[in-house]
């Protein structure tokens, strides 16, 4: 199912074809490779709540591509006989008559689909920057409703690119850290399934291996929702790097033994500080590193900053249903009624990350102040949320 972009293999995680969000069902994973197609907003709000889509850039273009679809439906009710569909990532917009369609009317469907779409899950912040940057072109799209629509439906689809665009730049920043016959560990899923479909952590490691450097990583089963064991193992081994799964609790003897180099894990949000939240457990993989002396890197696009909030105490994080943890398979690994603890994430302070990795640079031992001035310097890509 995966594709080429110029030299690197994308996941088609994500997608706008003929109408419709298509994305790859990850709750199937790895059992069944299953492409599927959302056509309602709810479908498409379930869908990331659920985790069938899951990954903090994941989720900023499927919450895009939501509105759009949105849009996509509030067309097709107006239209006496319409198309097949309006939109398409690759085709672009069709025509439709603009009579019967009002901006008033498309402004209101989209603000009330943004309201659904950002009760879905409440730590990663891309899902704020890309409902956000969808709704300033909504607001900002004149008084011409069919050059509306096109400013919407081209905002998805830049979100989209932009993002792929930017995994690339970010794993050529963060291969120039590893060296050739490094082993590393890494926590959850920060790969094409979490991405526009190259990866951020895990793009780091591909870009290395690209470049033609032996790279063995070790991946954390992640647990409750095994995202480590299920989807990165998959990645790796669908390209061919050699992947090995530990529970959970073997990280701490593995990063004893002296066999990681490093650790590389992705981010939901970074606060203004450079304090991380990311999938529960990292904190442990970050305090481990500091022990042990092993470099702990963070590679994320900077629309995963937010620097509106000074500390990561301000970052909300998702508790998740009990049953996550109280059942494996079906079954009950608790007994009835036990009190069960189910946060989502973590938050990693400053001061343990060696490094962020993001598409403009490396920024070494994070700070106020370091991430300040990256901010104050124009450079290429869009501006942080808060920015
Ligand atoms: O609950 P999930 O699976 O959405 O959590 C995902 C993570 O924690 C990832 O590490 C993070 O979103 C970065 S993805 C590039």
Request: aromatic content about 6%.
């Amino acid at each position: 199912m995966e594709y080429r972009v110029e030299d690197h293999v994308v996941l088609p995680t994500v997608d706008y074809r003929a109408g419709r969000v298509t994305i790859i069902d990850q709750t199937l994973l790895p059992a069944e490779e299953s492409l599927i197609r959302l056509s309602t907003l709810a479908q498409v709000a379930e869908a990331i709540r659920t985790l069938r889509v899951r990954g903090a850039p994941a989720i900023g273009i499927t919450a895009a591509y939501g509105m759009l679809l949105e849009l996509e439906n509030l067309l097709a009710s107006l239209v006496v006989d319409p198309p097949g569909y309006f939109f398409d990532r690759n085709e672009g917009m069709g025509s439709f008559p603009g009579g019967g369609l009002e901006t008033a009317r498309i402004r209101k469907t989209l603000a009330e689909a943004r309201t659904v779409l950002a009760r879905t899950r409440p730590t990663a912040v891309n899902l704020f920057w890309a409902l956000d940057r969808m709704s300033r072109t909504v607001k900002g799209g004149g008084r011409d409703p069919v050059a509306l629509c096109g400013a919407i439906a081209s905002c998805a689809f830049a979100i989209h690119e932009e993002e792929l665009r930017i995994e690339f730049a970010l794993s050529g920043n963060g291969a120039d850290l590893l060296r050739d016959g490094m082993t590393v560990l890494t926590h959850c899923n920060a790969g094409g399934l979490a991405t526009a479909g190259y990866g951020t952590a895990l793009g780091v490691i591909y870009r290395a291996v690209e470049q033609g450097k032996r790279i063995a990583v070790y991946a954390d089963e992640t647990r409750p929702l095994l995202q480590g064991a299920r989807l990165t193992a998959w990645e790796l081994m669908k390209r061919g790097i050699d992947v090995t799964v530990l529970c959970d609790g073997a990280a701490a003897s593995l990063c004893a033994s002296g066999k990681i180099d490093a650790v590389i894990v992705g981010a939901d949000r970074i606060a203004g500080n450079g304090d991380t939240a990311n999938k529960i457990g990292t904190l442990t993989l970050a305090v481990l590193c500091g022990r042990f002396g092993i470099p702990f890197y963070v590679a994320a696009p900077w629309s995963t900053f937010d620097v509106s909030i000074g500390t990561g105490k301000e970052i909300p994080i998702e508790e998740r249903d009990a049953s996550e943890v109280g059942s494996f398979s079906g079954s009950p690994t608790v007994p009835e009624g036990a009190v069960i603890y189910n946060p989502a994430f973590d938050v990693t302070p400053a001061s343990l990350i060696t490094a962020i990795i993001t598409e403009r640079g490396v920024i070494t031992r994070p700070s106020a102040a370091k991430i300040a001035a990256e901010l104050s310097n124009p450079g290429d890509g869009p501006p942080p949320q808060g920015g």
